[in-house]
């Protein structure tokens, strides 16, 4: 035995209480909030009257604006550019996340707005293209297109980067 008391099934307040904790502590899509209180269910069980309905705790916690998935979007996008990654890997992390297509619009916009600063981040901190020490040879070349296409940046950008001399940052396209 090691020595702790089992936690007491979860009654609506307790549900609620977990749910408020869990959103004051961390920015949240829904889908997250919902799958974060259905482990929570699984691990404690349910002691309320009726059945558990997380769904509505959800809803409720959305129609408060606790929960907003189209903000949560926005500032997972901006976070993930800050860090150098493209379009399709922040459209990737967000349909993971469970952010529904209409409340991606607004973060799509800005991710395709800050491509170009978002490649450069990523070519920085990797040290590749512009950044780098030297030409890569063919080899190396390959591997850091596919860093930068793993990164969620297209083809045509990664090629731009990686083949720019060291020094010398690639013009924007317009």
Do not use: C
């Not at 976070?79 to 379009?87: K, M, V």
């Not at 991710?111 to 063919?138: C, I, M, N, V």
Request: proline share 7%; hydrophobic share 35%; net charge positive.
């Amino acid at each position: 035995m090691n020595g702790k008391r089992p936690r007491p099934p979860l009654d609506e307040e307790g549900l609620r209480e977990l749910a408020l904790r869990y959103v004051s502590r961390f920015a949240t899509s829904r889908a997250k909030l919902l799958s974060y209180l259905q482990r929570k269910l699984q691990e404690r069980g349910w002691g309320g009257e009726g059945p558990a309905d997380p769904e509505a705790l959800v809803e409720r916690f959305t129609d408060l604006r606790y929960v907003d998935d189209a903000s949560y979007a926005v500032m997972k996008s901006a976070s993930l550019a800050r860090r150098g990654y493209g379009a399709r890997r922040v459209a990737q992390t967000l349909r993971a996340d469970g952010i529904a297509e209409a409340d991606r619009v607004q973060a799509h916009a800005q991710t395709e707005k800050e491509a170009w600063s978002a490649a450069d981040r990523f070519a920085r901190r990797k040290r590749l293209g512009p950044y780098a020490q030297a030409r890569p040879d063919p080899k190396q070349r390959e591997k850091a297109i596919a860093a930068f296409l793993r990164a969620g940046h297209s083809y045509d950008m990664a090629r731009r980067w990686i083949d720019a001399p060291p020094g010398e940052v690639p013009e924007p396209q317009e």
